[in-house]
């Protein structure tokens, strides 16, 4: 792996952002939106509500963390579709670029995106509704590298879809995060899922994650077990995201589907 | 003379469909190949199968005389491809362009490269705009930039002077026949353009339902089918093809 190849991809893509301001706008206007609306939402919980009232802010902190895996796996895949919309795939596929360069150049230049959108929103939640996601302390960072495995993960997916099915994916790359939210337990305890589900919410990293916010939030108490199991799992998926994601490529080199893949 | 590109019995098979069918054919230093034939004979699948982006069924890759490895990727680094068919990114600006490939091919010197090719292919004015408010030949000229930054061993051009202009065409044809008389560089070049592949081709391979029919250069072929022209030949070929 070259590092200069890796940054060569990060530097197409920080042209591209830094060269439009409609795009700048969108990466920080939707997670402002997003904060400024679910901040009203959580300030009408904590008048009205008492559990709400132990821990002002968990919908938004819960908003913020959720907006954080979005922003995630939306940036990973959106940076590959830039390159299948501007029909630039085939000069990436011919350069000496590798696979395992690629997911580097996209993980690291989606993080900066997610960043870039996300940092805003926390700045103005904080003096508007006295929230500060900070609360959580040091294991914000776990649970955001957490969430952030586990939104690259979504991405490998997705991408892979991409490759393997060509640009008709699109639509399953905007709606990827939606089909797994219910099972995230983002806005409620894991406790309100039917019994026969459970198992299949714990399955995934995000249950893990949102009930030890919640944990911090409500009770105040850390419990370092959920943050281990969130980890561990995001580990299996990245995994299975990368490994799906390498026999997608193989497969459509076999099928020949690359060379059409921009059309 | 030194051979650049050998390549031994490719075929590809897409199920029961054989797009290449035993091809064979090896390009030398300084020479260029030009793979003529109709539409779906197996020149973007052989081309496509040269840059990795293909695998093949069967059959053997050699660049420099060394066996192409699908897994190792340093091989791309002494190719490149150009076609109208693909594209630079076109909200970044020329000069962004060729600054992300030098980088990606990791130039030594990049500012140094990009000014060479610019003052070449007469780029002056179009460094700072970007590339999708560029004229098709214009944009033609930019790829052909970026497929040369690496000083590549081997060139795989597909189409490059499609769709423009006489003028622009002459000019790309006049910039190829150059710049290969000045560097150590061998092509490929798979063009509908029959002018342009007598022009600038050195041996042709005409191609039919995924073989190789016929060889030679343009003289030879027009020769050996009786014909005027090398578009003649073609049209013969592509005939021959309706009428089975």
Known sequence: MKIKRILSLMLRHFYLIKGSFPRIFDLIYWPTVQIILWGFVSKFF??????????????LTAAILYDFLFRSSISYNMLFLEEI????????????????????????????????????????AMPLFNISIFELGFPL???????????????????????????????????????????????????????????????????????????????????????LIALGLNIFYIGLGIAVFYKAFKSAKNRGTLVNIGE | MKNILEVTNLKKKFGNFTA??????SLNEKKTIGLLG???CGKTTTIAMLLGLITPTSGSIKIDNE????????????????????????????MQNLKVYAMMYEIKDPL???????????????????????????????????????????????EPTASLDPDT?????????????????????????????????????????????????????????GRNNLEEVFLKIAREKNEN
């Not at chain 1, 990436?92 to 590798?98: A, G, N, T």
């Not at chain 1, 990293?205 to 105040?220: D, G, Q, T």
């Not at chain 2, 090719?117 to 004229?135: A, D, M, N, P, Y």
């Open chain 2, 169 to 225: 065409g002459d000019f790309i044809r006049t910039f190829i026949e150059d710049y290969q008389k000045n560097n150590p560089i061998s092509i490929l070049l798979a063009s509908h353009n029959m002018n342009e592949v007598k022009r600038l081709c050195d041996h042709i391979l005409m191609m039919k339902e995924g073989n190789i029919i016929d060889q030679g250069t343009a003289d030879q072929l027009i020769s050996k089918h």
């Open chain 1, 46 to 59: 904590t008048m009205y509500s008492s559990y709400f009232g132990n821990a002002v802010g968990v919908i």
């Open chain 1, 141 to 227: 960072y776990l649970l955001l590298l957490s969430l952030y495995m586990f939104g690259i993960t979504l991405g490998l997916l997705v991408t892979a879809g991409l490759i393997r099915f060509g640009p008709s994916f699109e639509n399953v790359a905007w709606a990827s995060l939606f089909f797994i939210a219910p099972l995230g337990c983002i806005y409620y305890p894991v406790d309100i899922l039917p019994e026969w589900i459970k198992p299949l919410a714990l399955s995934f990293p995000l249950a893990h994650i949102f009930e030890e916010m919640r944990s911090i939030l409500v009770n105040n108490t850390v419990n370092f077990k959920n943050i």
């Open chain 2, 112 to 158: 140094k490269k990009i000014e060479e090719l610019i003052e070449k292919l007469k780029l002056q004015s179009l460094i700072f705009k970007k590339t999708g408010e560029l004229s098709s030949g214009q944009r033609n000229r930019i790829s052909l930039a970026k497929s040369l930054i690496n000083d590549p061993q081997i060139l795989l051009l597909d």
């Open chain 2, 67 to 94: 066996d192409l490895n699908p897994r190792d990727h340093q091989f791309l680094s002494k190719m490149n491809f150009a076609s109208p068919y693909v594209e630079l990114p076109k909200k970044l600006t020329v």
């Open chain 2, 20 to 25: 290449v069918n035993n091809v064979n054919f």
């Open chain 1, 85 to 124: 919309w501007s029909r630039n795939l085939i000069n990436l596929f011919v350069s000496p670029l590798r696979s395992s360069e690629v997911i580097c150049a996209l993980t690291s230049t989606a993080l900066l995106r997610t960043l870039l959108g996300l940092i805003p929103a926390v700045f103005i």
């Open chain 2, 38 to 40: 109709p539409n779906g």
